[in-house]
Every structure is written in C-alpha cells, then in structure tokens.
T-cell receptor, first 112, second 115 residues
Framework: TQLLEQSPQFLSIQEGENLTVYCNSS?????LQWYRQEPGEGPVLLVT?????EVKKLKRLTFQFGDARKDSSLHITAAQPGDTGLYLC????????????FGTGTRLQVTL | NAGVMQNPRHLVRRRGQEARLRCSPM?????VYWYRQLPEEGLKFMVY????????ESGMPKERFSAEFPKEGPSILRIQQVVRGDSAAYFC?????????????FGNGTRLTVT
C-alpha cells in the first residue's frame, strides 16, 4: 500500500504568520497535486507539479516538488483568515496515472 | 460554466436499502472518478470511468458497489444493501482527459448516512 503522509495534521496560526505544510512518500510520484477543501465542499485544485525540483507560485502560496519526486511542500506567506481550510496533497504514482492517492490532510486555521 | 454536479447532497438510508448517487461531469469532460471520504480520513479512490467503460475499479469494494457512466446521462454510483460502515461523503470528479498530470474538478459530494 502506498502511503502519502502530510504534516502537520493541524495548524493554528495568527494572521500574518508564515507556514509550511509537508507531503511525503516513500515512492516516486509521476505528478503531484495540491487541493484545498472547505467544510461541506469538494476539494479545489490549487496546483499540479510534474518535474523534480519544480517550484510554482500562486500569489502567496509557493509549491515545491522534491528533486526525487517523493515529497512536496506548500509554503504560505503572510497567512490570512481566507486561507483557512483543509489542504490535501495527492500523488499519481507511476503506472497508476489516473488514480490519485490523497494524503490525510493538514487542517489550517488562521485567526485574526 | 457549470461545475461537477452531484445529487443528492444528503442521502439518508436505512440498513439494507439501496443508495444511488448521481454525478454530472463538467461540460466537455468525458472522464469521471469516484472517491470516498470517511470521517477523519482522507479521500480514497474508488473507480474511474469513461463513457460506457469502467477503466479502473481497483478501489471499489467487491460486493454491493457498482458504478456506471452511460452514453447519455450522469454517472451513477450504486450501493446495494447499505450498512452503517458505508456512511461517508462520496465525491465525484471529472477531467477532460485521463492520466497525470491532469487536475481533477470535484463536485461538492453526497453525504450518505446509514441509520
């Protein structure tokens, strides 16, 4: 069974702080995606990374794919209350490209 | 543009009844995926379908669960003789093509409660 671990599980910070969420696997991903899910809704795609070492920025969010394509990180700069939500990484492993394996998520709360 | 539409949003069934969950993909998307999210757990892949074909059902329980995506109409996830352990949020996603690195567009899910 391929496992995809996210850390931390829970994170409560104040507005303006920076944070990093990690996503790790012992297996190599062919690609990896990050989603955000709010209560009562489905996950919303934030980014897809494909190449080892790739860095993508989405406003205050920076996504990095590890060189070996086994891990990824999401860094948020100057967090805002609107960033509150469940952040999920999801990897496609080689040979199972259409089947995403999701991490258990990082629940982020940003307070004023 | 309408996103992925799932209905019903909430479904309550007694043990032993059947549950039918519907999913209409985004316009132009011919690939549909079903995922299940149990309380305090991550999303688990169930099945991947294209029109009239099941491509990968490796995440689907062998008994009581079935899925279809007919030529016309929505994709249906059917659970027969539901048990309490089937209580979960069931999410459908669609994409314009299969395979990585395509991102998935998710619906808002159907929350099934088995009493």
């Amino acid at each position: 069974t391929q496992l995809l671990e996210q850390s931390p599980q829970f994170l409560s910070i104040q507005e303006g702080e920076n944070l990093t969420v990690y996503c790790n696997s012992s297996s190599v991903f062919s690609s990896l995606q990050w989603y955000r899910q709010e209560p009562g809704e489905g996950p919303v795609l934030l980014v897809t990374v494909v190449t080892g070492g790739e860095v993508k920025k989405l406003k205050r969010l920076t996504f990095q794919f590890g060189d070996a394509r086994k891990d990824s990180s999401l860094h948020i700069t100057a967090a805002q209350p609107g960033d509150t939500g469940l952040y999920l990484c999801a990897g496609a492993y080689t040979g199972t490209a259409s089947k995403l394996t999701f991490g258990t998520g990082t629940r982020l709360q940003v307070t004023l | 543009n309408a996103g992925v539409m799932q209905n019903p949003r909430h479904l309550v069934r007694r043990r032993g009844q059947e549950a039918r969950l519907r999913c209409s993909p985004m316009k132009g998307h011919s690939h549909v995926y079903w995922y299940r999210q149990l309380p305090e757990e991550g999303l688990k892949f169930m099945v991947y379908l294209q029109k009239e074909n099941i491509i990968d059902e490796s995440g689907m329980p062998k008994e009581r669960f079935s899925a279809e995506f007919p030529k016309e109409g929505p994709s249906i996830l059917r659970i027969q003789q539901v048990v309490r352990g089937d209580s979960a949020a069931y999410f459908c996603a669609s994409s314009p093509s299969g395979g990585a690195p395509v991102g998935l567009h998710f619906g808002n899910g159907t929350r099934l409660t088995v009493t």
